[in-house]
């Protein structure tokens, strides 16, 4: 699954998978029916994305995981941590973009 959404994505960078979802466990990154269908912000972002033409496809993975974004330099150190509040909450794409950016200067 990580293979095919980095094929889709177009990214030129190493995806690793932690299907015991320690680092998950370890970000903080939460998990659970609270932040994946009970609550009104999910539905805020279930039709902000139908809106936009998006439509779910069939679930994979574990569905009360919730995922997040970790930029790590090639230092090893974080640049960025962010951590989904619910279902479609999404790390704003300049600030992810910032950090790639100085991730990569730190090579």
């Known amino acids: 699954m990580a293979l095919e959404f980095q094929g889709l994505q177009g ?15 370890h970000l903080g990154f939460k998990r659970g029916p609270g932040s994946t269908l009970l609550n009104l912000a999910t539905l805020r ?44 909450d999404l790390a704003p794409t300049a600030q992810v973009m910032d950090a790639a950016r100085r991730a990569a200067r730190r090579a």
Not at 13 to 18: E, I, L, M, P
């Open 11 to 25: 990214f030129g960078v190493t995806t690793w998978v932690d299907r015991r979802r320690r680092t998950y466990r």
């Open 45 to 88: 972002h279930a039709l902000r994305a139908w809106r936009k033409g998006f439509r779910q496809g069939a679930t994979r993975g574990d569905p009360w995981q919730q995922g997040g974004v970790l930029v790590v330099g090639a230092d090893g150190e974080a640049v960025m941590c962010f951590a989904a509040e619910e279902a479609g």
